[in-house]
């Protein structure tokens, strides 16, 4: 079964810095994706990066960046020059080549502080 | 012009009540589910359905019913509602294509269901 772990429930940060997520996530499969998923109070899924398993290199987004380590199965999300609007739950989510079932972590409720 | 929308967007109803949530996306996926998002925030997939056709039922009670009468529209009916019910419960879509899950799943704005 796969399984998605992110081991911090909530983290701070100060507008402008630097804030790092954990995930990491468990399967035998060697083709998949890799999600972070966004979930401000407004409560909509946001779609904030993603990253393909047969790829090294690491998926960018404007200030969002990822840390891909396929053999430690690690999937950290970067946020540079932290926004208020950054403020959000955020979800780490996992699905297989192929695959039918979207499987998220637990969260991690990320405060941007002024 | 939303691409998966859900209707309503808030429910509070009663114990006992049958209601009904309703999913409609305009983007052309083959493929539709439903997930509960429980008060500890964490995300469960309930059902998928793919080009009307249900592939999977992850345990959820049989007091929960899915209908999907064309691809673009996944409806949920709750019969019996129970205050354990209480949740939101999103509505979401995917690409059928090859690699086409690995654009990630668009996800409508929530029904934030209350049984009281």
């Known amino acids: 079964a796969q399984t998605v772990t992110q081991s911090q429930p909530e983290m701070s940060v100060q507008e402008a810095e630097t804030v790092t997520l954990s995930c990491t996530y468990d399967t035998s499969e060697s083709n998949y994706y890799l999600f972070w998923y966004k979930q401000p109070p407004s409560r909509q899924m946001i779609l904030v990066i993603r990253?393909?398993?047969?790829?090294?290199q690491n998926a960018t987004e404007n200030r969002f960046s990822v840390n891909f380590q396929k053999a430690a199965k690690s999937f950290s999300l970067k946020i540079s020059d932290s926004q208020l609007g950054d403020t959000a739950m955020y979800f780490c989510?996992?699905?297989?080549?192929?695959?039918?079932?979207?499987?998220f972590g637990a969260g991690t409720i990320l405060r941007v502080k002024s | 012009d939303t691409a998966v929308s859900q209707t309503p967007k808030y429910l509070v109803t009663q114990m006992g009540n049958d209601k009904s949530i309703k999913c409609e996306q305009n983007?052309?996926?083959?493929?539709m589910y439903w997930y509960k998002q429980d008060s500890k925030k964490f995300l469960k997939i309930m059902f998928s359905?793919?080009?009307?056709?249900?592939?999977i039922n992850e345990t959820v009670p049989n007091r929960f019913s899915p209908k999907s009468p064309d691809k673009a529209h996944l409806n949920l009916h709750i019969n019996s509602l129970e205050l354990g019910d209480s949740a939101v419960y999103f509505c979401?879509?995917?690409?059928?294509?090859?690699?086409?899950?690995?654009?990630?799943?668009?996800f409508g704005s929530g029904t934030r269901l209350t049984v009281v």
């Open positions: 983007l052309g996926h083959d493929t």
């Open positions: 990253q393909e398993a047969y790829k090294q």
């Open positions: 979401a879509s995917s690409q059928d294509l090859p690699g086409g899950v690995g654009y990630g799943y668009t």
């Open positions: 359905y793919n080009n009307k056709e249900l592939i």
């Open positions: 989510a996992f699905i297989i080549e192929g695959g039918n079932k979207l499987v």
